[in-house]
């Protein structure tokens, strides 16, 4: 039987979560209900704050507080597994910090995630198609607050 896409996405997601879940035993960390709902929750991908994952886990758990969450996104933080700078989002080897993405959120809610790569090819297209630049390539990007 053929593997789809989203039982290779499931496949990873577990892997990460498992992978997840043992350095956090190492780091001495009770594995709790709330702190797998959490864990499960930001695996998803579609939480970009603290506040929307603490939306989402009340409704699986409702004794799960706002200190929990905070507390869990600092401890995968701690352990990187998540950087707060990139939107929540688990790397895909949480040893190497790999394969970061980019998500875009649209008005009518609905998201778009890219690779690396893809994002920096849409970049470049965009940049060319409005006439911003016409031979150069993208060595970095970096978000400013002005």
């Known amino acids: 039987m053929r593997k789809t896409e989203d039982d290779e996405q499931y496949e990873k997601t577990m892997m990460r979560r498992e992978r997840i879940i043992e350095i956090l035993k190492e ?17 998803q991908e579609e939480c970009s704050c603290c506040k929307e994952i603490f939306y989402e886990a009340s409704k699986k758990d409702k004794k799960i507080g706002k200190s929990t969450v905070y507390r869990m996104v600092g401890l995968l933080e701690e352990i990187g597994a998540i950087n707060r700078k990139n939107m929540y989002k688990i790397y895909g080897n949480v040893d190497e910090k790999k394969g970061k993405v980019c998500r875009i959120i649209f008005d009518d809610r609905s998201k778009r995630t890219f690779t690396q ?26 978000l400013i607050s002005e």
């Open 27 to 43: 780091k001495g960390c009770r594995i709790t209900k709330q702190r797998l709902v959490l864990l499960d929750i930001i695996l």
């Open 117 to 142: 790569e893809e994002w920096r090819k849409i970049l470049l297209e965009g940049l060319r198609a409005c006439g911003y630049i016409e031979k150069q390539d993208i060595v970095s990007v970096d």
